[in-house]
């Protein structure tokens, strides 16, 4: 579960801003969208977050998706690349560093505190921390802070210079991914932390394309069965999602395709090879004990008297495609207990849609999390949403600031929707006069 995550000087964030998933206690409606991180800390299950085209909102899942590439990929970032993700709107804007922080809890209750500063030559401070939630102290796992090193778990003299190498080859590597190229770091609590931004941590951008949706789909039942279900509460007319897969060459006699890669399929000798077209996953060829097969998407789809056919992703709306590509994630945070991130949820789908998903995760049993970002007001009901969920992001002189409903005195009763429309809250664009 995520709890918190803090920038600074990153992107379109200059001063240190907080996003946080704890609750207002005083609040009593949907204390049912309230779980408890490692038995012990009260954490919200969803936010969505409200602001200005340009505001900064996707900013702050950028800054979430940074923090896992840097600690799960050691190629990542380089002397070439950070440059852009300095807070640019200042003079000299790399002389300070990038500084971010973010606190977890993994699915096995064990929680972390992990902080990092860049500079234009590399990191200069890193710290994780295995974190007491407030009911008691941090314990340091490890600890970067220059030419200084730390460890809980002390290596022996030889493997700490094998890491001081290691360092100065790769100073824009988190310490957190050493163990791909040696084995050198044996404290559980490094595994065990890199393990939630690999496994337990998703995040679905304005444009994710998913290669592996239709192997998805065609290994696990159980996502079938709840798109499928998905699908008919929020009716789309769609009865069943389903994969049809057949022998790859039988298939190709069928057809006459001119976008399938035939050279590459000579050459292969295992895992999978997926087309597109027009953002779309519309076909994933694989060899299973030798045999070459081909597997698509299909959708029964119901017409007038009870008449039924099958059709394929390319006769699906765009909306459609979108909640398609959100189904794996949906299913991670409800049934996997995972923390998902979604940017624009919703981009490309119905305002009512949109309300009846989110209305479908908050009825949920999960400990999994969904944080999104929207302009969809219609999600500003507090029958579904309470206030504590709710964020806002403007941008002032330049630069994001993000705070939550939950400073504002609300009662349960109050329409946000109107309020936010009204300007009440903030983070919401400034028209100025057109002339033409």
């Not at 200059?14 to 038995?39: W, Y």
């Not at 097969?293 to 789809?301: A, D, G, H, P, R």
């Not at 579904?384 to 009662?411: A, P």
């Amino acid at each position: 579960m995520l709890l918190r995550v803090i920038l600074k000087n990153f992107l379109s964030f200059e001063d240190e801003v907080q996003f946080d998933m704890f609750p207002n206690m005083k609040r009593t409606s949907l204390p049912d969208h309230i779980s408890k991180a490692a038995g012990v800390l009260p954490v919200l299950r969803m936010a969505a977050i409200y602001g200005a085209n340009g505001a900064g909102k996707s900013n702050m899942l950028k800054g979430v998706e940074f923090i896992k590439s840097l600690v799960t990929d050691k190629e990542f970032l380089n002397q070439s690349e950070v440059s852009r993700y300095f807070y640019a709107l200042r003079k000299e804007s790399d002389s300070q560093p990038i500084e971010l922080a973010i606190e977890f809890v993994t699915e096995i209750g064990k929680a972390y505190l992990y902080s990092v500063e860049i500079a234009k030559d590399g990191i200069k401070s890193e710290i994780l921390k295995e974190s007491g939630l407030g009911f008691k102290e941090n314990r340091d796992v490890f600890t970067r802070d220059g030419e200084s090193l730390f460890f809980a778990v002390k290596p022996s003299d030889e493997v700490e210079r094998m890491i001081r190498g290691w360092l100065e080859k790769n100073p824009f590597a988190s310490l957190l991914t050493i163990n791909d190229d040696m084995p050198v770091l044996t404290d559980e609590h490094i595994a065990i932390a890199k393990r939630w931004f690999h496994e337990e941590l998703v995040l679905i951008g304005l444009n994710t394309i998913c290669p592996t949706l239709i192997e998805i789909f065609r290994k696990n039942e159980d996502i079938n069965k709840f798109a499928s279900d998905l699908f008919k509460v929020v009716d789309l007319g769609i009865n069943e999602v389903k994969v049809q897969t057949e022998d790859f060459d039988d298939w190709i006699r069928a057809h006459n395709e001119t976008d399938v890669p035939i050279e590459r399929l000579k050459n292969m000798q295992s895992g999978a090879i997926s087309t597109f077209d027009k953002n779309r996953n519309i076909r994933n060829v694989v060899i299973e004990e030798g045999v070459r097969k081909v597997s698509q998407l299909m959708f029964e789809q119901f017409g007038k008297n009870g008449f039924s056919k099958d059709m394929d992703i390319m006769a699906q709306s765009d909306g459609t495609v979108r909640l398609l590509t959100l189904v794996p994630a949906f299913y991670d945070a409800i049934k996997l207990g995972k923390t998902v991130l979604i940017d624009e949820l919703d981009h490309s789908v119905h305002p009512h849609l949109i309300r009846e998903l989110v209305k479908y995760f908050s009825r949920q049993e999960t400990t999994g999390q969904l944080i999104f970002t929207t302009h969809q007001t219609c999600l500003l009901n507090q029958d579904f949403i309470r206030t504590d969920e709710v964020w806002m992001v403007e941008k002032k002189e330049g630069s994001t600031r993000m705070y939550s409903l939950n400073e504002f005195k609300i009662h349960n009763t109050i329409k946000i929707e109107n309020g936010y429309m009204e300007g009440r809250y903030g983070a919401i664009p400034f028209i100025g006069e057109l002339n033409m």
